[in-house]
């Protein structure tokens, strides 16, 4: 490995992984620009996926109150989650996955332009287990298709009125899940071959430090201070995502 793609690889870690300490989620939209410099395509993912659950796993312990406290809504985004994945990688056979992706970074951009940079934030306070399972389905189904899971939940989970330990008691574990689905589908691809096990030794120690930094400033946050970093990172997804396409 050389000495310039090692430096690629590091950066990317410590951006990935502090986005993933600080929010959650959006590891990929901060890392990924920096791995796909040095690496192939399906290689920078594989790297990405795998880097954000083992990080991830400090975001959860975290939040693990939270998660324990209401398993049941948690359920209710992951399980129809799960079961959407399967469903967008078939509909990739009959469906532009680019159109998809820049329809969904319009969405992205409309939403986290507008409410990003209001005084009052949304505060969406009734109860949807249905619209919250339909969410997690649409993100499993998305993920699948255009690699972007966390996006439609994101934007849901950052217009309830809830903590932030509880927001991301939601987020957090529906990505693990779903990108752990990824990994799988990677692994049975051969994606983690030498080339990626070699990127994995120099990026997940120091994903690992760079989530630690972000959960010290997770902490730090308000409630509406964390709502309104994820309605921002929407923004930003939307963004990356729209670049991507053109470029």
């Excluded at 994945?85 to 532009?96: F, H, K, R, W």
């Excluded at 970074?105 to 009052?120: E, H, K, T, V």
């Excluded at 809830?162 to 990108?179: D, G, H, M, Y």
Aim: aromatic fraction near 8%; proline fraction near 4%; charged fraction near 10%.
């Amino acid at each position: 490995m050389s000495g310039e793609t090692a430096l690629f690889l590091i950066c990317g870690a410590a951006a990935g992984g502090f986005i993933n300490g600080l929010a959650g989620s959006g590891t990929a939209l901060f890392a990924l620009g920096f791995y796909l410099v040095v690496l192939e395509p399906i290689t920078a993912v594989a790297i990405v996926a795998l880097m954000s659950v083992i990080v991830g796993l400090q975001g959860l312990w975290v939040v693990r109150a939270a998660i324990f406290a209401n398993p049941v809504r948690l359920s209710r985004f992951v399980v129809p989650g799960l079961l959407g994945v399967p469903i967008g990688l078939s509909l990739l056979e009959v469906i532009n996955a680019g159109a998809l992706r820049v329809g969904i970074a319009a969405l992205l951009i409309i939403y986290g332009g507008y409410f990003g940079f209001r005084a009052a934030l949304p505060a969406f306070t009734r109860l949807t287990p249905w619209l919250d399972s339909a969410v997690g389905f649409v993100g499993g189904i998305l993920g699948g298709a255009a690699a972007v899971s966390g996006a439609i939940p994101a934007m849901w989970v950052s217009i309830r009125p809830w903590s932030k330990a509880e927001t991301r008691a939601v987020l957090q574990p529906f990505n693990v899940a779903i990108l752990s689905t990824t990994i799988a589908l990677l692994l049975m691809k051969g994606a983690y071959d030498r080339t990626a096990l070699n990127a994995l030794f120099v990026t997940i120690p120091v994903g690992l430090v760079a989530g630690q930094i972000g959960i010290m400033v997770f902490r730090s946050l308000t409630d509406i201070g964390f709502r309104r970093i994820l309605i921002l990172l929407s923004l930003l997804l939307g963004l990356a995502i729209l670049a991507g396409e053109l470029t």
